[in-house]
């Protein structure tokens, strides 16, 4: 099949998402034959360009207009709409980040592709083409027949692991047609301000996420989550309770209405476990929970439990881990 | 301005779910339903807006894609604060035939500011927004986790990657609503419940369209194993097989 996968960068590096997005697209491709297409903006580097590259991209299309997403969505959209149609590709591939969840839309419907988000696996059945996604909050999972010739898929972050697969570096550059599609045109949007929390970037793809709940009792306790985070190169994150409580930094929760996330790892501390905060983790593969309650529903979902207060769990956890690995570990790719 | 919120029913986010026999669908019979949290956080700051700005929002209206069913929830988003519900008639199959009903109303009767979540916690798409804002060529902004109006200026706060943004923003626009739009949901008052069973619901026959994917088979994912308790003695025994299992430490 061709496939063409959306590349994002983030301070001109490339994102560990685009990796796994091209090691999805290869595996796509081993039964069937075809090729890959980056799609990637005029800010993209040679170090960018011989990575994509080295993770199995036959061909770079270097695109004006894409590559900053924090400009215009639908103007990116259509860039990609060219592409994709200049390419004959017949998927697109997004990751499910704040972008690509806000483009890939706008692309499915300019395709008039089948689109479904939160594919996690390959595809159950290439003819037809139907293929696993996450419902309900990942309560159950739903087997998606996608009708048209060409799709829009929405992988998970993290859900496939990058592998190197070098071919030839071959790049292309190409200038999308202004946009044509849209009549009413785009209305003045004026950026007045942005702000950066760049904590929010790292959340998303980490590999290991540890998070605190409630039962972090206090701000100070609040080093814990930090450390254990730093000595294994993850992210922090924290529950709605903690958040409403003012425990942590953070700017926003994970849970139900706050951020869905997949890491390989999530340590939940003096997090109870309630439904809306599952349904932000529910895609973990691996859930390590430390709370007092024995009886907390957070111990139905996790594979490991201590049951402990957080005081006195913490500080031994966390020398458990040095003991493990005394230096701190590099963080992941960016 | 004139205000559309558009209405995703779907099952209680406590519900568990359970399937049909034969898998193909979810079984719907024992569902409690609600709006669907992030359109209800939407409609909250819906409603909040025109309270701040009673003379700028001419009309606030809902509406939903859904059988006779989902009339429990509308009534709830006119208790909530709508003027007005607008249904369409139709079991929706996927989130394009859901965007081409509902694009048909906006690009009949305009509306300024078109509000949807970002998902539904049913079949979480993340689709509906984007493209309605394709079907209708409105501007969209996504991931929109404030609206405000100063003067005529509608002012937008809006996540993107790493930070946010903020934005002012011509009408007409579709905002795509996260998180934090609004503090908590809107409860209905005694006074918003009786008023919404003296307002109307419209319902309209849908159009023709098409879907683009269709949902034939459903499962439960495994039950997780049993949780591993982990004693003093052993965190490092822990810390070992998070390295063997998930490579990390």
């Given at each position: 099949m061709k496939i063409l996968v959306y590349i994002e960068t983030y301070e001109g590096n490339l994102r560990r998402s685009a990796l796994e997005l091209l090691s999805y697209a290869n595996d796509l491709n081993k039964g069937?034959?075809?090729?890959?297409?980056?799609?990637?903006?005029?800010?993209?580097?040679?170090?960018?360009?011989?990575?994509?590259?080295?993770?199995?991209?036959?061909?770079?299309?270097?695109?004006?207009?894409?590559?900053?997403p924090s400009t215009n969505f639908s103007s990116q959209a259509e860039t990609i709409r060219q592409?994709?149609?200049?390419?004959?590709?017949?998927?697109?591939?997004?990751?499910?980040?704040?972008?690509?969840?806000?483009?890939?839309?706008?692309?499915?419907?300019?395709?008039?592709?089948?689109?479904?988000?939160?594919?996690?696996?390959?595809?159950?059945?290439?003819?037809?083409?139907?293929?696993?996604?996450?419902?309900?909050s990942g309560k159950v999972i739903a087997t998606v027949k996608i009708k048209t010739p060409r799709k829009v898929l929405i992988l998970l972050p993290n859900s496939f692991k990058p592998l190197e697969n070098p071919v030839p570096e071959v790049t292309e550059t190409f200038a999308a047609e202004p946009s044509i599609t849209s009549p009413k045109g785009i209305p003045g949007?004026?950026?007045?301000?942005?702000?950066?929390?760049?904590?929010?970037?790292?959340?998303?793809?980490?590999?290991?996420?540890?998070?605190?709940?409630?039962?972090?009792?206090?701000?100070?306790?609040?080093?814990?989550?930090?450390?254990?985070?730093?000595?294994?190169?993850?992210?922090?994150?924290?529950?709605?309770?903690?958040?409403?409580?003012?425990?942590?930094?953070?700017?926003?929760?994970?849970?139900?209405?706050?951020?869905v996330i997949s890491p390989n790892v999530y340590m939940a501390l003096g997090i109870s476990g309630a439904v809306q905060h599952l349904a932000g983790i529910s895609s973990s593969k691996l859930i390590v929970a430390?709370?007092?309650?024995?009886?907390a529903p957070i111990f139905m979902r996790a594979d490991y439990g201590i049951v402990g207060d957080i005081q006195e769990v913490m500080p031994r956890l966390i020398a458990a881990v040095k003991a493990f690995r005394p230096a701190s570990v590099e963080g992941s790719v960016s | 301005m004139k205000v559309l919120v558009c209405i995703s029913h779907v099952p209680d986010t406590e519900t568990k779910i359970k399937l049909t026999p034969d898998r193909s669908s979810v079984d719907l019979s024992e569902i409690s339903w609600i709006i669907n949290p992030w359109d209800e956080l939407g409609l909250t700051r819906a409603v909040e807006l025109r309270k701040e700005h009673p003379s700028q929002i001419e009309s606030l209206t809902v509406i939903t894609v859904g059988n006779g069913e989902t009339e429990g929830t509308l009534r709830k988003a006119l208790a909530l604060g709508a003027d007005k519900a607008i249904r369409i008639d139709a079991t929706p199959p996927d989130s394009w035939y859901v965007a081409i009903q509902i694009s048909e109303l906006i690009?009949?009767?305009?509306?300024?500011?078109?509000?949807?979540?970002?998902?539904?916690?049913?079949?979480?798409?993340?689709?509906?927004?984007?493209?309605?804002?394709?079907?209708?060529?409105?501007?969209?902004?996504?991931?929109?986790?404030?609206i405000d109006l100063?003067?005529?200026?509608?002012?937008?706060?809006?996540?993107?990657?790493?930070?946010?943004?903020?934005?002012?923003?011509?009408?007409?626009?579709?905002?795509?609503?996260?998180?934090?739009?609004?503090?908590?949901?809107?409860?209905?008052?005694?006074?918003?419940?009786?008023?919404?069973?003296?307002?109307?619901?419209?319902?309209i026959p849908p159009v023709v369209a098409d879907h683009l994917t269709e949902y034939n088979s459903y499962e439960l994912p495994e039950a997780s194993k049993e949780c591993r308790i982990i004693t003093d003695s052993n965190y490092n025994e822990l810390v070992e097989r998070l390295h063997a299992e998930a490579g990390i430490a």
């Open positions: 069937t034959g075809g090729s890959v297409t980056a799609l990637t903006g005029t800010g993209a580097g040679e170090e960018i360009i011989s990575c994509l590259a080295r993770y199995g991209a036959n061909k770079i299309l270097i695109a004006d207009g894409t590559g900053n592409a994709v149609e200049k390419e004959n590709a017949e998927i697109v591939l997004f990751s499910g980040s704040v972008a690509g969840k806000a483009i890939a839309p706008l692309v499915s419907a300019k395709l008039k592709a089948g689109m479904v988000s939160g594919i996690y696996a390959l595809p159950v059945s290439y003819d037809p083409f139907t293929i696993n996604k996450k419902v309900f949007i004026r950026i007045v301000d942005t702000v950066k929390t760049s904590d929010q970037i790292k959340l998303s793809e980490a590999g290991v996420v540890v998070s605190g709940g409630r039962g972090i009792n206090s701000r100070e306790n609040w080093q814990y989550v930090e450390e254990l985070a730093g000595l294994l190169g993850g992210a922090t994150a924290c529950s709605r309770p903690a958040w409403d409580d003012g425990l942590c930094p953070h700017d926003g929760y994970v849970g139900q209405t706050g951020k430390v709370n007092k309650d024995p009886n | 690009n009949r009767e305009y509306f300024d500011i078109v509000l949807t979540g970002i998902e539904s916690s049913d079949f979480n798409g993340y689709a509906v927004g984007g493209m309605l804002a394709e079907l209708t060529g409105y501007a969209c902004l996504p991931n929109v986790s404030l100063e003067g005529d200026k509608v002012m937008v706060q809006r996540e993107v990657e790493g930070g946010k943004e903020k934005l002012e923003a011509e009408v007409p626009f579709i905002a795509v609503i996260q998180k934090g739009i609004a503090s908590a949901p809107g409860i209905p008052s005694m006074r918003g419940i009786m008023e919404s069973r003296k307002k109307s619901i419209e319902v």
